[in-house]
Nanobody
Framework: EVQLQASGGGLVQPGGSLRLSCVVS????????IGWFRQVPGNEREWVST????????RYLQSVQGRFTISSDSAKNAVYLQMSNLRPEDTAVYYC?????????????????????WGQGTQVTVSS
């Protein structure tokens, strides 16, 4: 059974930091990419960042570049999103998702439809 367990959300003041974690099981971690998405009620789900677990190559949404850092730990089957200098507009439910390697789909895709499995989401609120 595939599972993605996201955690680490919370309430933080503008300029503060949070670290989100996504622990996965049920598939070959090193043959996947793990992405973080976020969603505000009434809006579409927005891609934030993705990491290819085999080589650690990462990409970021432009608005979070330089503030967020994604990393992976293959020993723990975990991916982390370190978020710094948070802004009110970062407020959302954050989801991690797994994209399993397969022909014809870029492993660093930013399209939610390419992702095979999703975690349950963790709320991040940035407010003073």
């Amino acid at each position: 059974e595939v599972q993605l367990q996201a955690s680490g959300g919370g309430l933080v003041q503008p300029g503060g930091s949070l670290r989100l974690s996504c622990v996965v099981s049920g598939f070959k971690f090193e043959e996947s990419a793990i992405g973080w998405f976020r969603q505000v009620p009434g809006n579409e789900r927005e891609w934030v960042s993705t990491i290819r677990t085999r080589d650690g190559q990462a990409r970021y949404l432009q608005s979070v570049q330089g503030r967020f850092t994604i990393s992976s730990d293959s020993a723990k089957n975990a991916v982390y999103l370190q978020m710094s200098n948070l802004r009110p507009e970062d407020t959302a439910v954050y989801y991690c998702a797994a994209l399993l390697a397969r022909y014809g789909v870029p492993l660093d895709s930013i399209s939610p439809s390419h992702y095979d499995y999703w975690g349950q989401g963790t709320q991040v609120t940035v407010s003073s």
